[in-house]
């Protein structure tokens, strides 16, 4: 609950820096992903790795260039979805009760999840074992 209600103290204070801090991580993991990857498979050892590595770091790096024109043309729209998260941000920070129901629904996945692994446990716990192995193939 602290988390969420610090998550969104900062998205309600700073949308603008959040945002730009997100899409310079995503820039700079397929920059550096992409150049690392294509320094890499040029001093591979095997053809294998080499064009394995080769083929991955163009992908980074096509997936770089594609990032960059489409933040270049959707720019616009790009402003306009940072706003609409501050005001997203403004109205839970002024709803702090919308919180309860992530913290419920958390609760309750939870509490299916540990209703799940009993049931798996309880079904398991039947099982017998028996250290022949079974006869796959009779024929041979």
Same mark, same amino acid.
């Given at each position: 609950? /602290?988390?969420?209600?610090?998550?969104?103290?900062?998205?309600?204070?700073?949308?603008?820096?959040?945002?730009?801090?997100?899409?310079?991580?995503?820039?700079?993991?397929?920059?550096?992903?992409?150049?690392?990857?294509?320094?890499?498979?040029?001093?591979?050892?095997?053809?294998?790795?080499?064009?394995?590595?080769?083929?991955?770091?163009?992908?980074?790096?096509?997936?770089?260039? /594609?990032?960059?024109?489409?933040?270049?043309?959707?720019?616009?729209?790009?402003?306009?979805?940072?706003?609409?998260?501050?005001?997203?941000?403004?109205?839970?920070?002024?709803?702090?009760?919308?919180?309860?129901?992530?913290?419920?629904?958390?609760?309750?996945?939870?509490?299916?999840?540990?209703?799940?692994?009993?049931?798996?446990?309880?079904?398991?716990?039947?099982?017998?074992?028996?250290?022949?192995?079974?006869?796959?193939?009779?024929?041979?």
């Amino acid at each position: 609950m /602290i988390y969420c209600l610090l998550y969104m103290k900062l998205m309600s204070a700073y949308p603008d820096y959040l945002a730009y801090f997100a899409i310079g991580f995503i820039e700079l993991f397929l920059f550096l992903g992409g150049f690392c990857m294509l320094i890499g498979g040029a001093m591979a050892d095997s053809a294998s790795a080499r064009n394995s590595m080769l083929g991955n770091g163009a992908v980074l790096c096509i997936l770089f260039c /594609i990032m960059n024109c489409v933040l270049v043309c959707f720019w616009k729209q790009m402003m306009t979805a940072i706003a609409i998260c501050d005001a997203t941000a403004d109205f839970f920070m002024a709803t702090k009760r919308l919180v309860f129901v992530s913290i419920g629904s958390f609760a309750l996945q939870l509490l299916v999840f540990l209703m799940g692994i009993g049931a798996l446990l309880g079904v398991a716990s039947s099982w017998t074992y028996s250290r022949t192995e079974p006869n796959i193939c009779p024929s041979l």
